[in-house]
């Protein structure tokens, strides 16, 4: 038991340090980064040079944009997920599987690949410059719809679905009342992950947005883009934009652990 918690400690001291030395520099000129033995203790700038990344880089707007993007595609992905996974799973109809086959499919075609035409689409419908150009696109995805229809399948008791029937509840009001709570720690888990992934993407964004209207890890990618590298002014703007990452897993965290816990009774 002793070397158990020592193996825990151990992982979560070299998880969390990467980031705390991070805080360090960032809160020091970047003279600190030459300096042997490195400083652990975090110094006195940080402030101002958080103030220099806003400076530098339109952040503000990023972390703005950022949080509606992230947010808008984690509620809709969580949403619709659960919509379709309950279809999936509990209703009965023609072409289910052949339908679930196909959308799982769809997750081993690489991105990359429908980049230009998305392109051309988001052109036409002229978004190009605008978070909307990230957040419809991005609304559900094969992932979220195999995870919830997975979950689902094996959460939700058909007996209870059954006895809301007799009671007179239709189809959405099964959907609403029953699915719904029995989906909240499958979908915490979902929202996290969707959260985390929209709020690191950077290829798309870059393609799509302009400069002055950047999410996030654009306006990070333009505080490292300079002729000599200023490491002090990135890892401020990277310690800026882990926050809302944080301040999510300690909104789900209860729902995550509760479903990580629920789905090993049930294993």
């Not at 600190?32 to 400083?39: C, D, G, K």
């Not at 998305?118 to 979220?144: C, D, S």
């Not at 609403?176 to 290829?203: C, E, K």
Request: proline share 6%; net charge positive; aromatic share 12%.
């Amino acid at each position: 038991m002793r070397l158990r918690y020592l193996t825990l400690t151990a992982v979560a001291f070299f998880s969390a340090f990467p980031l705390y030395y991070s805080v360090v520099v960032a809160s020091r000129h970047n003279s600190a980064l030459a300096e042997v033995p490195p400083p652990l203790i975090p110094g006195g700038n940080f402030f101002a040079n958080v103030a220099r990344v806003f400076d530098t880089v339109p952040f503000g707007l990023a972390l703005v944009n950022s949080v509606i993007v992230a947010g808008s595609i984690s509620i809709a992905v969580m949403f619709f997920s659960t919509l379709a996974g309950f279809a999936f799973a509990k209703l009965t109809f023609r072409g289910r599987n052949i339908m679930l086959v196909i959308t799982v499919a769809t997750m081993m075609v690489p991105a990359q690949l429908g980049i230009i035409p998305l392109y051309m689409l988001m052109v036409k419908l002229e978004w190009t410059g605008t978070t909307y150009a990230l957040i419809v696109p991005a609304l559900v995805n094969a992932f979220g719809v195999f995870f919830m229809t997975q979950y689902l399948s094996r959460a939700l008791p058909t007996e209870l679905l059954e006895a809301g029937r007799v009671d007179g509840c239709s189809t959405w009001g099964l959907f609403w009342h029953v699915v719904l709570p029995a989906a909240r720690p499958a979908a915490a888990v979902l929202g996290m992950l969707t959260f985390m992934s929209a709020w690191n993407d950077y290829f798309w964004p870059l393609v799509v947005l302009n400069p002055d209207n950047p999410t996030v890890q654009v306006a990070l990618s333009t505080l490292a883009s300079g002729y000599v590298n200023d490491y002090v002014l990135g890892l401020a703007g990277t310690a800026i934009g882990t926050l809302p990452l944080v301040a999510v897993f300690a909104l789900f965290g209860k729902q995550i652990i509760g479903g990580i816990m629920q789905g090993a009774v049930k294993g």
